[in-house]
């Protein structure tokens, strides 16, 4: 790299203080005017005639001296549909301000509708993983969401959906649903060369962006891609320039800083991941160049993130260590890279047991040396923040005081001081959803926890004022008769209660079944109905 500005005409018309890809972030330098003479233009003409014949290298690479000014942006992804459920809306167990939620695919029954992972519909993810409400608690706390559309498995919108019209309205369900503000199109294997697809999704986002943005919503659009040391492949820059080409106005590059399989026995991840984004600048560099638009080198890395695969990569040669992390974000900052993100924030933790000195591809550790959470909390050190993003301080609650709660408003069993609630389990407290770490009774969810204590509830977010008591879901349907005060029930004896099924668990007498739930475990009766908010168990 070297500091020399090399400067070329462009046309005169362009503006980049006006430019929609700006870092929002960024403060616009100066920029000098130059006139065109022939001599200029006929050099230009050369370069580029040069370029097109044989590659890039006849391209002027832009440079200029000004040192970064761009905040780098952290944004770890978090597997949406992976047990155990990370709880990436309560600060407590997330230092990030942000996250980019993964992935939203094709519907594997219908190619044109979006589901989580080709496992939930979006419906199922409401409710099932809470995932509205935990996306509306992380906003309150002042956090925010990426929506991140793709990844390796499953079969993305646009490559399962031949339909234009239906796959436009898929995205614009999505965005409205979710109140989107930045979308992260993750585009890879076959996906990446494949054209139909790649037409389809460039007029479905660039519809739907400009939809958002003349409704005062704007989109911001980030292509995530596969990288190699010396940066995008030729398919990758294709993509960028196809989604320039097609209206979209997209707010930068991520490249995907892992899995470099370059043969040496032990890959230095750092220097692959720097060379990678060097590379990657050079290419955006001449690419905006060839679409007319001259950039400067710290523009340029404003549209530039980088996700490292933390820890133990697919390559068994390959770790990315927490050095490496610290070398990436002192390079983030250094150089004002727009966005720094990294898979998964699920799995960043030490393996455990057995695991702990092997080679481990695991979903829910890192497969190196590190304490928990301990990548995350380098990138989120980072300064930058999302467009319109909040400092994220704590969880808004409603006013304990005042707060009430009705069962038949709650969607789940309001909290009970004498009750024991198994790990998994969901409450509702004074106006909150929580769920339970782990087993434990007359633990306050609302209250603090003593000094070096971990609360054993974790936020999920607010009781909206539409929802509804849980209904109860019976497990067996040949139960029909009543209980009856006075008769004698043994062990085994079924009954109906207020219309549900139960099963005597000794013998009794005058004991009515309990309608407080979680049901304890004094209680004569077991229920054989299920209702939301208990733990699925085997």
């Known amino acids: 790299m070297t500091d020399r500005a090399t400067h070329v005409a462009v046309r005169p018309d362009y503006d980049p203080s006006a430019d929609p890809l700006a870092d929002p ?63 990436f809306q309560d600060p407590t167990a997330n230092p990030a301000n942000d996250v980019a939620l993964g992935f939203v695919v094709a ?6 509708r979006p589901s989580w992972g080709g496992a939930y519909t ?38 399962a959906c031949t339909d234009d019209t239906r796959l436009t309205s898929a995205y614009r369900q999505l965005v409205k649903r979710y ?72 707010r930068g590059v991520n490249v995907m800083t892992m899995d470099f399989n370059n043969g040496e026995a032990r890959p230095d991840m750092l220097a692959l991941s720097t060379s990678a984004l060097n590379g990657t600048h050079k290419q955006l560099s001449d690419l905006y160049l060839r679409l007319g638009r001259k950039l400067t080198s710290p523009q340029v890395w404003s549209r530039i993130g980088a996700t490292p695969m933390i820890g133990q990569n697919d390559i068994d040669a390959e770790r990315f260590t927490l ?26 933790a030490p393996c455990r047991g057995t695991f702990a000195n092997v080679v481990v591809h695991s979903n829910t550790c890192s497969g ?7 990548f995350t909390k380098v990138f989120a050190g980072l300064p930058g923040k999302a467009a319109g993003g909040a400092d994220y301080e704590s969880v808004e609650i409603p006013d304990q005081a005042t707060a009430v709660d009705d069962p038949k408003t709650s969607p789940y069993p309001v909290w009970r001081m004498t009750a024991l609630y ?34 054993a509830w974790s936020v999920i977010g607010p009781v909206s004022p539409v929802e509804k008591a849980p209904r109860p879901v019976p497990v067996v349907t040949d139960v029909s008769d009543p209980w009856t005060p006075g008769d004698v029930y043994r062990r085994g004896d079924r009954v109906l209660f207020g219309g549900l099924p139960y099963e005597a668990k000794w013998t009794t ?9 979680p049901i304890d475990a004094d209680d004569p009766w077991k229920p054989l109905f299920t209702i939301p908010g208990e733990p699925k168990t085997n």
């Open 25 to 87: 972030n960024w403060q616009e330098p100066e920029q000098p005017r130059y006139k065109l003479s022939w001599t200029r233009l006929i050099l230009l003409l050369l370069v580029l005639g040069l370029a097109g014949a044989g590659g890039t290298f006849g391209v002027i690479h832009l440079r200029n001296t000004a040192g970064p000014t761009a905040k780098s942006w952290a944004v770890p992804y978090v597997d949406v549909t992976l047990t155990p459920t990370f709880p």
């Open 107 to 112: 519907d594997p029954k219908n190619p044109c």
């Open 122 to 159: 979006l419906d199922g993810a409401g409710s099932l993983l809470e995932l509205d409400r935990r996306i509306a608690q992380l906003r309150q706390a002042g956090g925010d969401i990426t929506l991140s559309l793709g990844g390796l498995n499953n079969s993305e919108l646009a490559v």
């Open 179 to 250: 109140d989107v503000r930045t979308l992260d199109l993750d585009i890879e294997g076959t996906a990446v060369a494949d054209q139909a697809s790649l037409q389809r999704r460039v007029a479905a986002v660039a519809a739907v962006q400009q939809e958002r943005e003349d409704a005062g919503k704007p989109l911001a659009v980030w292509l995530t891609l596969p990288v190699s040391p010396s940066g995008l492949t030729d398919d990758g820059v294709a993509v960028v320039r196809g989604m320039l080409e097609g209206g979209v106005q997209l």
């Open 323 to 348: 050095d490496d992390a610290e070398g990436l974000a002192r390079f983030a900052v250094d150089h004002g890279l727009g966005r720094v993100s990294m898979w998964s924030i699920n799995r960043d």
């Open 368 to 374: 190196v040396e590190q304490e928990a959470l301990a």
């Open 422 to 455: 198994v790990g998994g389990y969901k409450v509702v407290w004074k106006g909150v959803v929580y769920e339970a770490k782990w087993a434990n009774s007359g633990q306050d969810p609302a209250a603090a926890p003593p000094a070096g204590a971990q609360s």
């Open 509 to 517: 007498k005058d004991e009515s079944p309990s309608t407080e739930f």
